[in-house]
């Protein structure tokens, strides 16, 4: 059971290059997140999906495309990388609930290191 | 003031020994909570929700109180593999966006 999937594991880039991280889940969830964390800070919402066409901003959204062209992907594009955006990434997915009231599910991280 | 806030520990505790940690929110709409631990370089795993009531799963036990606005996590018995950064979260009032504190490093040690 592979529950969410994220790749790559770890890049390295250079400033100014483009790169875009997949996220894939097999739960048929329909709502999907890209977090980024950071040393002493919480983990903090990029942009979300709450379902297949449908995206919207988070807390950091600056710097960041997403596309949810299917239901089971989400991906993250950075168009020029930055050395503000090494960090960990991680990708989320929840089943539909009310009130936030169901936990998301992890995939294991993207780490991300521009130089 | 951040909408989530965990004091950083670490909780440096004997194995056996019990530890609680507490978490308090600023949203007083907020509806669902949760505890997380997250292992170093791993990613986040669901411990356990947090009901009205409070609840018990085997030697953790959580606690929410609505009217001082924190949730409490009790861990009983520690073990060398409970090791690790508890987060606290929150949901945003009624929506589906979570809100991660920035954790609590519990370090057991033999």
């Known amino acids: 059971n592979a529950g969410v999937t994220q790749t790559p594991k770890f890049r390295v880039l250079k400033t100014g290059q483009s790169m875009t991280l997949l996220c894939a889940q097999d739960?048929?969830?329909?709502?999907m997140y890209w977090y980024r964390q950071d040393p002493g800070m919480g983990l903090r919402l990029i942009h979300y999906s709450v379902g297949e066409g449908t995206t919207a901003k988070g807390e950091v959204p600056d710097g960041y495309n997403v596309s949810r062209l299917k239901k089971q992907n989400f991906l993250l594009g950075l168009e020029s990388a930055a050395p503000s955006q090494t960090s960990v990434y991680f990708c989320?997915?929840?089943?539909?609930?009310?009130?936030?009231?169901?936990?998301?599910?992890f995939g294991d991280g993207t780490r991300l290191s521009i130089l | 003031r951040k909408e989530v806030e965990q004091d950083p520990g670490p909780f440096n505790v004997p194995e056996g020994a019990t530890v609680a940690f507490n978490c308090t929110y600023s949203?007083?709409?907020?509806?669902?909570f949760f505890w997380y631990r997250q292992d170093c370089r791993k990613e986040p795993k669901l411990l356990m929700s947090v009901y009205s009531s409070g609840n018990e799963d085997g030697r953790f036990t959580a606690q929410l109180n609505r009217a001082s606005q924190y949730i409490s996590l009790l861990i009983r018995d520690s073990k060398l593999s409970d090791s690790a950064t508890y987060l606290c979260?929150?949901?945003?009032?009624?929506?589906?966006?979570?809100?991660f504190g920035s954790g609590t490093r519990l370090l057991v040690r033999p």
């Open positions: 949203n007083s709409a907020s509806q669902s």
């Open positions: 739960m048929n969830h329909e709502y």
């Open positions: 989320a997915s929840s089943p539909q609930g009310t009130g936030g009231n169901q936990p998301q599910h």
């Open positions: 979260v929150v949901n945003i009032g009624s929506s589906y966006k979570l809100i």
